[in-house]
């Protein structure tokens, strides 16, 4: 007979270890994925790559066909940390990684550039005040540049129209603005009605915190004037939190 709480003990350290090791190949992984995407204007296609070396539509790879698809990548991982993703995604230690596995992983990890890009472009919306009509502009601009009619426009072109509204984006950020929006793989084009949608809904976002913030301040000076001192706010939300 096995000791019920020796067994449980043993779980839990198990559990404990797996969620160290999680977090230890998250901080890895992170730190790949900026590099690639200081260095590269494009996102890599993280699920095309491996289902393209995934020939016979398995969802696992060999070690070494997984280990080739993230140099493809330009993923540049020490001989330890491969191991330990691979590890990780060899869950029967038969040397297939479950790859998909990986995927969902970089996907999750991806809409942190997201959030980059948003702040950025909410940053400057702030300091240049836009507002719809030049995001309306934004477009028009673009569309001129749009000699096809395919919907994407030349990185270029689309810095171009960005310096002239008097965005100031560094370039590592301009550049994962370009790869969230490329077009084809080769990273010249991209595609502007989605970043237009994406600048939208950021200004929207950005419009919506003012109005909170505004509200929140009236507040703040209304209940300062029925007391007639200072409002603590850090005191009063802990006290509410022992609540």
């Not at 300062?224 to 939300?237: P, V």
């Amino acid at each position: 007979h096995v000791a019920y709480k020796h067994f449980m003990q043993t779980l839990l350290q198990s559990n404990d270890a797996l969620k160290e090791d999680m977090k230890a190949i998250e901080e890895v992984v992170k730190r790949e994925m900026g590099r690639l995407l200081r260095s590269k204007r494009r996102r890599p296609r993280w699920a095309e790559v491996f289902e393209s070396a995934d020939a016979r539509g398995t969802n696992r790879l060999t070690r070494r066909g997984f280990q080739e698809a993230l140099e493809d990548m330009g993923f540049e991982f020490t001989g330890p940390e491969l191991r330990r993703i691979t590890d990780l995604y060899d869950p029967n230690s038969d040397g297939a990684v479950v790859y998909k596995g990986f995927v969902a992983l970089l996907e999750r990890l991806s809409e942190g550039v997201d959030d980059d890009i948003a702040s950025a472009l909410i940053r400057e919306f702030d300091r240049t005040a836009v507002d719809g009509r030049v995001l309306r502009r934004l477009e028009r601009s673009l569309e001129a540049h749009d000699r096809h009619d395919r919907g994407t426009v030349e990185s270029r072109d689309l810095r171009r129209v960005i310096d002239d509204l008097d965005w100031n984006l560094s370039d590592p950020e301009f550049e994962r603005l370009c790869g969230r929006f490329e077009a084809d793989a080769h990273g010249g084009a991209v595609k502007y009605r989605e970043f237009v949608r994406f600048a939208e809904n950021a200004l929207a976002t950005s419009v919506l915190r003012k109005q909170v913030y505004t509200a929140l301040r009236r507040e703040i000076e209304r209940a300062e004037g029925r007391r007639r001192r200072r409002l603590d706010l850090r005191s009063a939300l802990q006290d509410e939190d022992r609540d």
